[in-house]
């Protein structure tokens, strides 16, 4: 319990109405962004969020977009996905805001799963594709203009790249360093093609739907018996987005078999075994659900969302790591080389990653 005291998230964690006295509050997970605990009482167990407000200046949005997600999926009563519930406060409310200004909310503990951080075989990738694709099946007709924007410029690579730019103009880092010069260089090569999602989204090719925003492995939860991917959890950035960003980023996570801190970052590669698998999961629970134009676009939403995540990790790294956790200095430029070269491996299997993608696109 780094950012706040033991103290003040037991209150917090008995301000809600979890059904049962509370008896222990423990750290759960290792989320870059939130404090997350687990809370658990003589009734059961219920995880405790504490909102980074830095990250999420609105955070009762958040739980306005929560809300209405559950609303709409209580309506498709068949669903496979397991979706937290929401806790409410003793006095009614969703979340708890308190007398120090700290957002707080509590959500239903998904029983008998588990995480993992990286995967360990294609079967796994497929569990994973098929969880994101009942979530894009589950929401596909719910109103996107129902929905708050949470987080604001959330994947516009253009607009972070131009952060990145911003930044590194007032930064008094030694540029000389020769990971960060080698990360830099990186980036500016690639200044001319941060714009095609956003272009083609501009031009109308590309559509804007609900999409879950960080569908990451950490955050597939996984049967503890069968195995089977069961649930999506971290819905703070469900909101108004592109298809490709959920596609995008859950391939960049899920396809890397060194995960996103390896011992040195050139470990990192994209496996094209680990796609197959995935992308055959997704087509499985949303055939029909993508254009032939979400398809051509696809590829390029592979390599986007990792440089753009490396682009995120860079600039953190010039500001001093004001934004992601870390463990050391130098930790977010190792997050970001290790982005880089997953982007460079993805770049150079671009003709065999739109053969696949048109191969099982045609099921």
């Known amino acids: 319990m780094d950012t706040v005291s033991a103290n003040t998230v037991r209150r917090a964690a008995e301000a809600f109405d979890l059904g049962g006295r509370v008896l222990d509050v423990e750290p759960l997970g290792r ?8 809370v658990t009482t003589d009734h059961g167990r219920a995880v405790l969020q ?23 999926a209580a309506r498709h009563a068949q669903r496979a996905l397991k ?30 799963t588990r995480s993992i951080e990286r995967i360990a075989h294609p079967q796994q990738a497929q569990a994973i594709g098929r969880v ?32 990145l730019v911003t930044v590194l103009a007032g930064s008094a880092v030694n540029r000389d360093h020769a990971d960060l010069r080698s990360c830099l260089e990186f980036a500016e090569a690639r200044a001319n093609r941060v714009v095609v999602l956003e272009q083609a989204r501009r031009r109308g090719e590309l559509q804007t739907h609900v999409i879950h925003g960080d569908p990451k492995v950490e955050n597939v939860l996984f ?3 069968s195995g089977a ?12 987005g592109l298809l490709h960003y959920d596609l995008g980023d859950c391939l960049r996570s ?32 949303t055939r029909g659900l993508l254009t032939d ?3 051509h676009y696809l590829p390029d939403a592979i390599r986007l969302i990792a440089f753009e995540l490396g682009l995120r990790f860079l600039t953190d790294h010039l500001q001093g790591d004001t934004y992601f956790k870390v463990a050391w200095r130098g930790h977010n430029l190792h997050r970001a080389r290790t982005q880089f070269e997953l982007t460079a491996s993805i770049e150079a299997q671009d003709g065999a990653i739109r053969a696949l993608v048109a191969e099982l696109a045609r099921g």
């Open 293 to 295: 134009a979400d398809l």
């Open 229 to 240: 991917a069961v649930s999506l959890i971290d819905l703070d950035t469900v909101q108004p």
């Open 132 to 163: 994101l694709g009942q979530f894009h099946a589950l929401t596909h007709d719910l109103d996107p203009a129902r929905l708050h924007t949470t987080r604001q410029r959330f994947h516009d690579t253009p607009w972070y790249f131009e952060r």
């Open 31 to 38: 989320g870059l962004i939130n404090d997350t605990f687990l």
């Open 254 to 285: 899920a396809c890397n078999p060194a995960g996103e801190t390896p011992s040195d970052p050139a470990q990192a590669r994209f496996d094209l075994d680990l796609c197959r698998a995935l992308l055959g999961g997704y087509f499985a629970e």
């Open 223 to 225: 049967d503890a018996a």
């Open 83 to 112: 979706l937290p519930d929401i806790h409410r406060t003793h006095a009614g409310s969703d979340f708890l805001v308190d007398a120090d200004g700290a957002f707080w909310r509590a959500l239903t503990y998904i029983e008998n």
């Open 50 to 72: 504490c909102i980074n407000r830095r990250a999420f200046p609105r955070p009762e949005l958040i739980m306005q977009n929560l809300r209405a997600l559950l609303d709409h």
